[in-house]
């Protein structure tokens, strides 16, 4: 399951919901997400922006 430090979804009016620190999965009718908040399960999705930050390397 991917891992993103920010998670954020466009709905379909537009307006967007963020998300930090989660765990997703698309699935074939939107998206769900488990946060520390709890899980997620949206349906009215246009589209996803995940971004994880890279660890340094040594």
Do not use: C, F
Request: glycine content about 4%.
């Amino acid at each position: 399951m991917p891992h993103a430090d920010t998670l954020t979804v466009v709905h379909h009016d537009d307006t967007q919901t963020r998300y930090t620190d989660v765990r997703y999965q698309l699935i074939r009718d939107g998206i769900r997400i488990w946060s520390r908040e709890g899980e997620h399960s949206l349906t009215d999705i246009l589209m996803t922006h995940a971004y994880r930050r890279q660890e340094p390397k040594n």
